[in-house]
């Protein structure tokens, strides 16, 4: 995309490179799409840099490191929240 076909309205430096999926996805999606460390960040309403501290630290979702990439499996993230919930 061309700056002369970046609406005026919109920030470039905010522009997404590709769609974003939704966090959780929509009913009759592919239930085996893994999730990207940012989708884990909306379904957890946490920073992502949280979510890097975590794992530093030994603690949070496991991930499979795909590349350069960390990918979450949605039922790991789901399950972690369930481990972790007070008084569980």
Known sequence: ??????????????LLLWDDAPAEPTPGAD??????????????????????QWRVRGEGPRATRMGKHLRFEPEIVRA?????????
């Open 1 to 14: 995309m061309s700056s002369a076909e970046i609406p005026a309205d919109e920030d470039p430096d905010q």
């Open 31 to 52: 239930g085996d799409r893994l999730w990207s460390i940012k989708d884990v960040g909306r379904y957890l309403d946490v920073p992502v840099a949280t979510i890097y």
């Open 80 to 88: 972690w929240v369930s481990e972790h919930r007070e008084g569980a």
